[in-house]
């Protein structure tokens, strides 16, 4: 039985400018965006001190409340094993995109594997909303709202696109905040914490999935958490959970 609306036939008629603007926003939820976005943070974070009072520790932290979402989704995925709409795997690129540019605006627009619950929808809850609460530009209830904002965009776009249904990226913003609220409870935002959960949460993704991405998340998460916490207790001779 689906578990949509109709959002498939409604993506399908949406004009082909519609559709490349949403794959556009969609890449904001994208990994290699996201981490994109932690690394440029932490070279724009040198030069303007006033985002943050501890540069490194915070986009350490987010690096890690991104594998943790990503891995607990993977997880999810594999719990639920629901497919996504009809032709989410497929799409014709426009005729005014040339040829060289087909490839990218096939993976732009289309969705493969698993669809419930989003992970777009998921990760941007978490990592901007971590984002909100670790840096200190604005305040932070303006700093919430742009969060609250970008997620709410992305999550549109995988259901304009036809990747996902409604209750999918309803579901996956849903655990993104409580998994952000989690995290934060349980690590007071230490980065040393933060990644000693997202490893854990990765051997689950690797152990359920067995994929090749999951087994690279793992590792990150497990490789950055040993350096991280040899480096914290060099630097500060002390117990690296106080991190």
Do not use: N
């Amino acid at each position: 039985m689906s578990r949509g609306f109709g959002e498939a036939q409604f993506a399908s008629q949406l004009p082909e400018a519609v559709t490349a603007i949403a794959g556009l926003v969609t890449q904001l939820g994208d990994m290699w965006f996201v981490v994109v976005g932690i690394c440029a943070l932490y070279v724009m974070g040198t030069r303007y001190r006033s985002l943050t009072e501890s540069l490194t520790d915070d986009c350490v932290y987010l690096l890690a409340l991104t594998v943790g979402a990503y891995s607990l989704t993977v997880v999810l995925k594999h719990v639920f094993g629901l497919p996504r709409p009809p032709g989410a795997a497929t799409a014709t690129p426009p005729t005014w995109i040339p040829a060289i540019g087909h490839a990218a605006y096939e993976s732009m627009v289309t969705g493969d594997g698993f669809g419930f619950p989003s992970g777009h929808a998921l990760k941007t809850t978490a990592v901007y909303g971590g984002a909100a609460f670790a840096l200190d530009f604005w305040d932070r209830p303006r700093r919430l709202a742009l969060a609250g904002v970008l997620s709410t965009l992305v999550a549109a776009s995988r259901v304009f696109l036809g990747v996902h249904y409604v209750v999918d990226v309803v579901f996956g913003s849903v655990v993104g905040v409580a998994f952000l609220a989690g995290v934060i409870r349980l690590t007071d935002q230490r980065p040393t914490r933060a990644l000693a959960l997202s490893t854990v949460l990765g051997g689950l993704a690797f152990a359920t999935s067995g994929t090749s991405k999951s087994g690279l998340a793992f590792a990150a998460a497990a490789i950055g958490f040993v350096v991280w916490a040899a480096t914290d207790r060099l630097a500060v001779g002390a117990d690296p959970v106080e991190r």
